[in-house]
């Protein structure tokens, strides 16, 4: 760790319990530990979650925006893999 | 005039205490060593701030003399707080406020969780209300201390530093006066006795993961809980009160 730069987390928060954790953005901090607790202070101050996730942004893989075609454009012409093609039961509420 | 009430006296001391430490707290904000802890010290300086709002309310309804929460906040002069004198030092550097903090947040942990028990169902309930948000402060407070005690060269000598600096006023926070006495036998206050008996082993604990001495000095301050001060009690108020005494009756 270098010494004046604390590394970057990434943060997730649940914002209630059945949701998923979603991305809501990025602090420094000099391990885990801290990690949680700034995360606790900068992102969950306002009732935002009930859970927390940190995770070192350095152990991100992201996909490379010039490989962005070859990844994404092929599903552009396959409509059908939407499921709006397929007649619902009227007892399913959400899809 | 008819003297305050042991009951009004206990509830001023625990609001002084914390509107006091907040205050302290609250020259943090636009100061913190980064983004983060900057946000996490005003949060705190919230927190405590807003017990001290609940305790006040109570303390001017237990009064019954027609006093507002802001006229015990903004109102009183320095004679009249009776908060420790701890949480009145000056701020110093960010292990010395962490230090501070450690000690007075594993004293705030005990005494609220105590407090929940008491037979005034007021205090109790400030009390459950309060404790979560304590039990976080406690949490990262010591944190810090280990962090910083076990840390580089440089942070280990200042937190030893702070740990000695402030070790003589640490007494005054367990070590009970009359009020606290005819409080306890009415079932209403803490029992220092046994809160001393929990901080020291807390203190002792995280002092020894944060390869801190712990200070042998016995000789203590006192002094805070009957109304006699530091001088910077004054400095704190005369900020904290300047524009409601400048502009009385002030509203937001």
Known sequence: MEKNNWPLWEIFVRSRSGLHHKHVGSLHAADAAMAIENARDVYTRRNEGVSLWVVESQHITASNPSEGEALFDPANDKVYRHPTFYDLPDGIGHM | MNPPTPLFSY???????????GQRLSEWCGHGPILEQDIALTNFALDLIGQARSLYQYAAEVEGKGRSEDDLAYLRDGFDFYNVLLVELPKGDFGHTMTRQFFFD???????????????????????????????HLRYSSEWMIRLGDGTEESHRRMQTAVDALWAYTGELYTPDAIDQELLAAGIAVDL?????????????????????????????????????????????????????????SEW
């Open chain 2, 193 to 249: 006795g046994r809160l001393q008996q929990h901080w020291q082993q807390r203190v002792r604990e995280i002092l020894t993961a944060a390869t801190l001495d712990i200070p042998t000095e016995t000789w203590m301050q006192k002094g805070g809980k009957q109304g006699r001060h530091t001088e910077h009690l004054g400095y704190v108020l005369a900020e904290m009160q300047y524009l409601q005494r400048t502009y009385p009756n």
């Open chain 2, 11 to 21: 509830i001023l001391r625990q609001a002084d205490n914390v509107l006091i430490l």
């Open chain 2, 106 to 136: 594993a004293y705030n942990y005990y005494f609220y969780q105590q407090l929940q028990k008491s037979s005034d169902p007021t205090l109790a309930a400030i009390a459950e209300k309060s404790i979560k948000e304590v039990t976080y």
